[in-house]
């Protein structure tokens, strides 16, 4: 960046969390309000009010969340100190206590009519979570896609095109589900992934919809990308078909209560925009208002990083002068117009706001600008923390640039490359035939795979078995110790009140000598702190 003085004092500037004092405001403040002045109680109420309009805007994390939120550790039912936790062995019967654990409250409170499909046809579950099985087609069946040998599980991605680098989450999930398959884990059935290659094209992803609900007999679906999602989640919503942590994080599938059928996995990319600004309100205080350019894939997934940094800039002219975005063609071969666009503007501050080869690019293009030279820092997404795929072919260009990475690790990390876990997964992946060098080959085995297991495996043990109600009663339950997160970020969500599974990130900078991402200063976790969004593209985000 500027200079190495300048790089010294952004990593000693970084600011360090307070602990969790309220995510969403308290009911204190407002009973203290009320003995306050009429002027005062008015201030409140507006301020109160700000804070909700931005929250809902965002579909993340607010401001004072944010600001906030630090380190925590993650209360669960059981507790991961009883267990040999240093070995993969022991990791294991942690994760089987804690699966026993949901599985025996899941089970009381459906035996005790409290949870489970009522006599109304209503499934209900915590925290006031309900689907009205009424709207179902009239040939839904709840074992739909489980016959006796197989769990038929569909995957929509991009194995083709800008994109085609996110395929190899497919094949790294499938690789973790025949590990398991091997071992029995589901009795006498075995978890079958049938995957379809969309190219990172809505529209063909709504034809591979139709093709594997009315043709393929599958349980669940899981799709990658914003516009893909955002392209089928109404029908499967309306076909009752669970799609569970789809690989995208758009803050509009944290909607439990309009489309309860659909969850997200990673930090909302709304979040993720809050977090960029609050980085450069604390670490570039000597500079402010800054002037942002943010490189815009030019569609759905773009279009929510980009309203939610602007909702952030609207809110805080004192830290952001001006925000300059600057959209491209997700399918478009090179970058240089749009960088050379934004270099024009001569941003303090560059935000990658885009996906898969063009995350290379921006970092290619930067360099080639001479824009490093003169920022004070850039930032990719964290969607693109994959270093075999997005950083180490940018070569020492790739070197100090920052990354809000949403809290997960990388298997080809250097930090974490000898790690139990991280162990387990790379050897699984080379028994399985797949290079451990491509780390999102790791991703798909871990981040996804992972969560995905577990909730099957809780499913299964519910009364009346594997069905697509229980599976969606155990997803909505689901709280964990997800062993690809860095320690201090909690996993789950609650019912109809909590549809984010992940609320918390790291920041860290890329050493390219090293390959390595470096955490810098704290882990902000909010669990529990961003409202749920139903998405209203028309005006605005989330409502």
């Known amino acids: 960046m500027k200079s190495k003085s300048a790089f010294l004092r952004l990593l000693a500037l970084f600011f360090a969390f307070a602990m969790v004092a309220s995510a969403c405001g308290s009911d204190d403040d407002s009973s203290s309000s009320s003995s306050s002045s009429d002027s005062e109680t008015e ?30 550790e993650t209360v669960l039912a059981v507790d991961k100190a009883d267990f040999d936790t240093e070995t993969i062995e022991g990791l294991m019967e942690y994760w089987a206590a804690n699966r026993a654990s949901i599985a025996a409250e899941l089970t009381a409170k ?9 006599e109304d046809n209503i499934l209900r579950g915590p925290a006031g979570f309900e689907i009205d099985m009424n709207t179902c087609p009239s040939d839904w069946n709840n074992q739909n896609g489980i016959t006796d040998t197989e769990i038929r ?39 079958v992934l049938i995957m379809k290659d969309d190219g990172y094209v809505a529209a063909q992803t709504i034809e591979f919809i139709d093709e594997l609900i009315e043709s393929e007999n599958v349980f669940a679906i899981n799709t990658l990308g914003s516009p893909n999602t955002m392209a089928v989640y109404d029908k499967l919503n309306e076909e009752c078909v669970p799609q569970p942590f789809v690989m995208t994080g758009h803050p509009a599938w944290g909607d439990p209560v309009n489309h309860p059928w659909t969850s997200g996995l990673q930090m909302s990319y709304s979040t993720e925009a809050i977090l960029w600004g609050t980085w ?76 898969g080869n063009p ?17 004070e820092a850039a930032f990719t997404p964290s969607v693109c923390k994959g270093i075999a795929a997005y950083m180490a072919p940018a070569g020492m260009a790739a070197d100090g640039w920052w990354i809000a990475g ?52 809780i499913a299964q043990e519910l009364p009346g078995g594997l069905t697509r109600t229980n599976y969606i009663l155990s997803l909505r339950s689901f709280s964990g110790d997800h062993p690809f997160l860095l320690d201090g970020i909690s996993f789950g969500a609650n019912g109809a009140v909590d549809g984010y599974f992940v609320e918390g990130s790291d920041f860290s900078l890329f050493d390219a000598e090293a390959q390595a991402w470096n955490i810098v200063g704290d882990l902000v976790d909010a669990n529990g702190g961003s409202p749920n969004c139903a998405w209203d593209k028309d005006n605005g985000g989330c409502r």
């Not at 995350?359 to 920022?375: D, N, R, S």
């Not at 790690?419 to 871990?446: C, H, M, R, W």
Request: hydrophobic share 40%.
């Open 110 to 118: 459906i035996e005790a009519g409290e949870y489970g499909v009522g």
């Open 406 to 457: 949403g809290g997960w690790k990388d298997t080809t990390d250097a930090n974490h490359i000898d790690e139990p876990y991280i162990k387990f997964v790379n050897e699984t992946l080379t028994a399985a035939g797949l290079d451990q060098s491509v780390s999102l080959y790791g991703t798909g085995f871990a981040e996804y795979g992972w969560p995905n297991m577990e909730v099957i495996q």
């Open 153 to 191: 599980i569909g995957h929509t991605s991009a194995f083709s095109g800008n994109l085609a680098a996110y395929g190899n989450l497919g094949y790294g999930w499938e690789a973790y589900a025949n590990y398991l398959n091997e071992a029995g884990t589901f009795g006498e059935r075995d978890v």
């Open 43 to 72: 201030a409140a109420e507006s301020e109160s009010e700000e804070e909700e309009e931005d929250s809902s805007i965002g579909g993340g994390l607010s401001q004072d969340a944010v600001e906030n939120a630090a380190e925590n």
């Open 280 to 355: 450069i309100k604390q670490n570039l205080a000597d500079s402010l208002p800054v002037t942002v350019a943010g490189l815009v894939m030019d569609n759905d997934f773009g279009l929510a990083y980009e309203l939610g940094f602007e909702a952030y800039t609207e809110a805080n002219p004192d830290v952001i002068a001006e925000f300059v975005p600057v959209r491209h063609d997700p399918a478009a071969p090179t970058l240089t117009n749009e960088v050379t666009t934004i270099a024009a503007a001569k941003p303090d501050v560059f935000i990658s706001m885009t996906a």
């Open 359 to 375: 995350c290379l690019l921006a970092i290619q293009e930067v360099e080639a600008a001479g824009m490093l030279e003169t920022l």
